[in-house]
């Protein structure tokens, strides 16, 4: 018997606990969301292996991430996008991987950020080590990894205390006791970056609401784009490389019949100020678009895709990446890239 009470006694005391948590995380406006880590991308990753040449797939960084909304897409082709882009990274890895390591011959739109897309070609370099980590642990991933992360699906849809989100909005123990500042110790340089986006099992990421309409939170990311711009005063781009490796790819993607169609999202404010002086049109945008020899689509080049304004300068909001996509996606549908049954049109490669 009081065996059988102290384990009530813990029960109880355990779900009083969680419970607790759950809501003074709750009270500081932490809402449930999906960790868009290694395994979500892996599962979309997989579905390339059975996908066919009507399919598209969408890799970049996070413009493409956050601009090209999967739902619209869908709407207007029939057809859902997979989605490979992540945040903060290269496309040329992600490419590499789908025309080396696959029979996908179907269409793939590529995001180019100048800034990463020309970075470097060394696959440890910060651009490029996120997207070979995820290609490796796709490779590599047991059975037990994927069924833990399907048991964990339902308890990161219901609560917001599991999060895996680090740094500033992280909540978990490592990412709380890394924010204690002791004594002299040196604080971080970088402003805090908050998280400004949510993402769904579709791996469709959108911009948060607070973001487009606060203008505050929204200058807090701001700050964390210049801070970038700051430290990268040095940086020296890989042009010939990067286009190189780039276009080697395109060329045996082209062969077995795939198709490639380049996209520039939006970038408003200082960072599209930055990005035009040290990343001239001409010398980056241009030079890769003669090189590849594929349709490619710059936001500038449009009446109906330029004057979108980014709130943190470098993505859109929630309902302008709809009114976006479906722009887009209405372009690729007139210029024949792609028809409304998901049938992939044959393009014309020069």
């Known amino acids: 018997m009081n065996l059988k009470k102290s384990l009530i006694i813990a029960v109880v005391g355990c779900l009083l606990g969680v419970t607790s948590w759950e809501l003074y995380w709750r009270s500081q406006g932490f809402m449930a969301d999906l960790d868009d880590d290694d395994n979500l991308w892996a599962i979309h990753r997989a579905t390339v292996e059975e996908a066919t040449e009507d399919d598209v797939i969408l890799i970049g960084s996070s413009r493409v991430y956050f601009d090209l909304q999967l739902d619209k897409w869908e709407d207007q082709t029939g057809r859902r996008p997979i989605q490979l882009a992540i945040e903060g990274t290269s496309p040329l890895y992600a490419f590499d991987d789908l025309v080396n390591n696959t029979n996908f011959n179907g269409t793939i739109v590529v995001g180019v950020t100048e800034s990463l897309f020309f970075s470097t070609v060394f696959p440890e370099a910060s651009p490029n080590e996120k997207i070979n980590k995820r290609i490796k642990y796709?490779?590599?991933?047991?059975?037990?990894?994927?069924?833990?992360?399907?048991?964990?699906?339902?308890?990161?849809?219901?609560?917001?205390?599991?999060s895996d989100v680090s740094g500033v909005d992280g909540i978990k123990l490592k990412s709380l006791l890394d924010e204690v500042k002791i004594g002299e110790r040196v604080p971080d340089p970088m402003p805090p970056f908050h998280v400004f986006s949510s993402v769904d099992e579709s791996r469709n990421l959108r911009m948060t609401a607070r973001t487009a309409t606060d203008t505050a939170f929204a200058g807090t990311i701001k700050k964390v784009w210049m801070f970038f711009r700051s430290a990268s005063a040095n940086f020296k781009p890989e042009k010939e490389a990067t286009t190189r490796f780039f276009v080697e790819n395109v060329n045996k993607f082209k062969e077995r019949g795939g198709k490639v169609i380049l996209i520039r999202c939006p970038s408003t404010g200082d960072v599209r100020g930055f990005e035009k002086k040290v990343f001239p049109r001409e010398e980056y945008w241009d030079w890769l678009v003669e090189k590849s020899d594929v349709p490619a689509y710059h936001f500038e080049d449009y009446e109906s895709l330029k004057n979108y304004d980014c709130p943190e300068w470098s993505h859109l909001s929630?309902?302008?990446?709809?009114?976006?996509?479906?722009?887009?996606?209405?372009?690729l549908l007139s210029d024949g890239h792609i028809s409304k049954s998901g049938q992939i049109d044959q393009l014309t490669n020069n």
Do not use: C, W
């Open 318 to 331: 929630a309902e302008d990446a709809d009114s976006f996509t479906q722009t887009f996606v209405g372009l």
């Open 138 to 162: 796709y490779k590599d991933r047991t059975y037990a990894d994927r069924l833990n992360h399907s048991l964990s699906i339902p308890i990161q849809n219901s609560m917001a205390f599991v």
